[in-house]
């Protein structure tokens, strides 16, 4: 079989065959959906291949969890969706000898070069949307099959690692992940469709589906209760089981088009923005060996399912999840899905009352300890475009990281990053002088700063993104 992607198939042949010579490996991943889908990938494939491992998370790769991860005594450690950001770093542990890293990663990498490293960046491939860390890890898993071993059934994870890490944010997967996409589909894990965008089809009421659509933001229906409800009533379905409201998947293609038109209409009328209308339908991705109605069968709600585990420190559960288990682990995961989805309503609801301050060329809150650090990043992406919050200009945002640090997470839009943007490189330049660190993709990147230094940082961000987009 050919390999999915052949710009990395050397790469990923290289890392496999390092990681088959070793006795034992340490797998190190990112605590995000897309961290977890690469453990989650990754795992699998070694468990397979018949190679002994551990898995652990980390919320970032900086010198205190690289000195833990040293002082664990593993010959090879592989890092999966982190990694070549903080190379400059571990190579130096390489150099003395203290373990050799295998790096399957999509993020911006740093100066220093290793044997065993795939990432789509080393090869002109687009890093933050053509391929995710999971989809790395994918390309990794397939050089990983041996005889008798198809791990194709991996790319329906590898396929929810993109859509966590938003890299379908255009409408669809593309490159890389779209090669990925076509192999899950031959492999009968995957299915793709063109259908409604909004988040919630498989596990939402439909009013709630409605409402709670507020990137659509259309008039009357979006963030508001009873106009979604009389907007549903108004159109002569019977959208109601026993009482209870139906959910988007289990209507039949007749009704889904029904409310689409219905929608459609109601925007355009409402002079709901062409772009934002077009953005209403685009490719959704259904895991179709999972249970229908549960947030596992759409790989968008899979994903924040996910977020919701490993970003309050449970990347066990959320990645039981990913290695099958359907039982106590998603229970759990949905317990924590429910005060995930209260902490990022609060967290909006907190920086749309607060506003942002403006600066030339960002804008800018500090949420101190009202939002986890966590899951800032996430919040701030969600606020832009709200009233107060321009689309034009990146936004940056500061949460309590500990005592001394705070959180940075920076967000920006493609067609910023069309112009010139690249926030990996003014996260990276900014946080090192100030005696942080950052990283991460051109639309969206993050830092860690001394609190002390955060009016400095700021300054040194507003310049370097002015010269990028002057
Ligand atoms: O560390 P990792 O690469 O997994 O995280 C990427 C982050 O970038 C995610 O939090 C994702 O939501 C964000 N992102 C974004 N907008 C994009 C692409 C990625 O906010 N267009
Ligand atoms: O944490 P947040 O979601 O804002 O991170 C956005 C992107 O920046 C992620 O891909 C993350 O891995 C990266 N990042 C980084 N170095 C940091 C913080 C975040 O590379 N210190
Ligand atoms: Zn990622």
């Not at 198939?9 to 959906?33: F, K, M, N, Q, T």
């Not at 009389?230 to 002569?236: E, I």
Request: hydrophobic residues 40%; contains cysteine.
């Amino acid at each position: 079989m050919d390999p999915p992607v052949p710009e990395l198939a050397d790469r990923a042949a290289r890392c496999a065959d390092r990681l088959r010579a070793a006795d034992e490996v340490l797998l190190v991943s990112h605590i995000d959906a897309d961290g977890l889908t690469s453990a989650g990938v990754a795992a699998t494939a070694l468990e397979r291949a018949g190679i002994p491992f551990e898995a652990t998370f980390a919320k970032q790769l900086d010198s205190e969890e690289l000195e833990r991860i040293a002082a664990t005594g593993y010959d090879v450690v592989l890092f999966t969706d982190f990694g070549s950001g903080q190379l400059d770093s571990i190579a130096a542990y390489e150099e003395r000898g203290a373990f050799t890293p295998v790096i399957c990663d999509h993020h911006q990498p740093a100066e220093a070069e290793t044997e065993f490293h795939c990432n789509p960046l080393q090869e002109g491939l687009n890093g933050a949307s053509e391929l995710s860390g999971a989809g790395t890890s994918y390309l990794l898993a397939r050089a990983l099959e041996g005889e008798g071993v198809d791990n194709r059934d991996l790319a329906a994870l590898a396929v929810v690692g993109a859509v966590g890490d938003m890299q379908a944010s255009d409408g669809e997967l593309e490159g890389a992940n779209a090669a990925i996409v076509e192999e899950g589909v031959a492999a009968g894990v995957l299915d793709t469709g063109a259908d409604l965008t909004l988040y919630g089809t498989q596990t939402r009421p439909l009013p709630k589906l409605l409402e709670y659509a507020s990137d659509a933001a259309i008039p009357g229906i979006s963030n508001d209760a009873n106009g979604a409800i009389r907007f549903l009533d108004g159109l002569g379905l019977d959208l109601r089981d026993g009482g209870e409201w139906r959910c988007w998947a289990d209507l039949n293609d007749e009704e889904k088009r029904t409310i689409t038109n219905a929608l459609v209409r109601r925007a355009v009328s409402r002079g709901v923005p062409a772009d934002r209308i077009d953005g209403l339908i685009g490719t959704t991705y259904t895991l179709v060996r999972e249970e229908p109605g549960t947030e596992l069968r759409d790989a968008s709600e899979f994903s924040t399912l996910l977020n919701a585990t490993a970003r309050y420190d449970r990347g066990d559960v959320g990645l039981a999840i990913c290695l099958g288990d359907r039982g106590p682990a998603l229970e759990e995961a949905r317990r924590l899905l429910r005060s995930h989805r209260r902490n990022l309503s609060e967290g909006l609801r907190w920086v749309k009352e607060t506003g942002v301050e403006s600066e030339e060329h960002l804008q800018w809150f500090d949420a101190g300890d009202r939002i986890p650090e966590t899951i800032v990043g996430i919040v701030a992406g969600m606020a832009v475009g709200s009233a107060g919050i321009d689309r034009g200009k990146p936004i940056v945002a500061f949460a309590e990281k500990n005592e001394d640090d705070a959180k940075v997470s920076a967000r920006g839009t493609h067609t910023l990053v069309r112009q010139g943007l690249n926030l990996s490189a003014v996260m990276g330049a900014a946080a090192s002088a100030v005696d942080g660190e950052g990283g991460g993709h051109d639309v969206a990147a993050g830092a860690t700063v001394p609190k002390a230094a955060r009016g400095e940082f700021i300054d040194r961000v507003d310049r370097l993104i002015g010269e990028q987009l002057g």
